[in-house]
């Protein structure tokens, strides 16, 4: 007994030890693809003002209309322990936490796969995660998903335990990721069917059961409440209020159904499940998933359950019409698994194992870093756009919205602003207004009728409005656009120009014949 624990405690050491170091080396990589000086927008940018608004009031802003709290909930602590004017800072603060979150997840991702297989085909898994171009670059991003995914991974662990305190504490954690991402939920249904199956014939651990629904239920209904007292979206009540109208509003609303198409989402799913397992992983899964599925192998089928329900909220999404791979980075740990069932098949035929493993986590590692490099973002184009997007929010008046890069504008409202600071106390401003039009005539008339004060056109490479991309080329053929910003002028790769208007001329223009 004594050799036994003993032996145990050893390769427990080299394991941690062997983490550690794969930790610290998916640190350096991703710090050198960390942005530098580029504030966050979309997603990211709303998770940044709550966290400052609650890290100032203690509290959630009243009527703050989000969901998911837990993020910015967590980044609010962060926030109280830092010391810094510049909002830029925060912004990194807030990537950091998300890379550290990205990192962390590789400890119950080696656990969760030492429940299916021996040390080194568990190390290979943890590091399939840990260098994952996807996971990496989205690590960087500032979003919810490093800490979600964090949760999910450890809940699996925890719920695939044999010891019933870990079984518990899984229900808790469940519980904390459904405060971090409400779609969470979802998976207390396959978490009841496969306790009650796999313990059906132990009372003893049906009686668990319900105590670990009760700590769920514990865990979830004080935010509940907090936010309903609030006037926020709860995420419980919402979750069901929002399958009523999907399915209300698909029966009798022409443009629901125009936006929701299930088709278009089943075509998508396994496109961005593909995408991510590159560049290595993706050859791995379909033989071992299909090969596994004929086996009788119970956790795997009760894992494959679970990533069935995980991937209902990115069949929505893509049904949505939404278009990101992250979507389904959240299944990507339960895929991993199943691609070390052929990896552990291929391993055993050599004879020295643990070095065709070292050599197969080298190759995950070099691959990694070479994906990254063919997809890394130009940097300094979005430096380029940042400073485009300053001079925009220098202008007196409105403009259009010049493709992606035109994000940046709103942040540009916290550049004069000493941080940390309210929201409510940022007076932003609406800068971007759409247009609409299939001519330039149109367009310009659009602008016209909304008060637009500035266009923004650039070269036909870069915009979505292939219409004002002529105006981009062939200024000289509209008087009544006087260009006021030109990027060529400062060397930029983002080729943009800014025109004021002159509707008097435009008028003009309208009724001569000359008007292109």
Known sequence: MLIKNRKYNSDLSRSLFFLIII?????????????????????AFRYFLLGTDISILGNLPVGYNSTNNGWPLFLSVIFQTFRSE??????????????????LTVIPMYFLAKKFFRQEIAMVGACFFLFSPYIIENSLLGITDSLFIFLIVSFLSLFFSDKKTNIICSFVILGISSLVRYESLLLIIPTTIIFLNKYKSDIYFRKLYFLGLLLFLITIIPMTLWKIQMGTPDGLTSLLDGAYVVINE????????????????????????GASLLPICFIFVPYSIISLLRKENK???YLVLMGIFVLIPALYAYSRGFEETRYVFVVLP???????????KIILRFGKQNMV???????????????????EPDYEYEKESVEVARFVSDLPGTINGYGPETYYVEVMDLEDKKFPILSSEINFQKKVIGLQGETINEIIQDAKDKGLSYLAVTSAS????????????EEHNYPYLKKIFDSKDYGFKFNIKIFEMNYNEFELASNSVLLP
């Open 23 to 43: 930790t610290i080396v998916g640190f350096i990589i991703r710090i050198n693809y960390l942005p530098d000086n580029i504030p966050l927008t979309l997603d």
């Open 86 to 103: 510049n909002y830029l800072d925060y912004m990194t603060l807030q990537r950091m936490c998300s890379i550290i979150f990205s990192l």
């Open 250 to 273: 698909n029966s009798i609303n022409s443009e629901t159904i125009d936006r929701f198409d299930i088709v278009r989402g089943i075509i998508n799913l396994p496109k961005y499940i």
């Open 299 to 301: 956790n795997f089928r």
């Open 334 to 344: 339960i895929l991993i698994i199943a691609s070390l069932f052929l990896i552990e």
């Open 357 to 375: 493993a070292g050599g197969l986590i080298a190759l995950i590692m070099v691959s990694s870093i070479i994906y990254l490099d063919f997809r």
């Open 462 to 473: 870069q915009n979505d409005n292939q219409i004002l991309s002529k105006i981009y080329h």
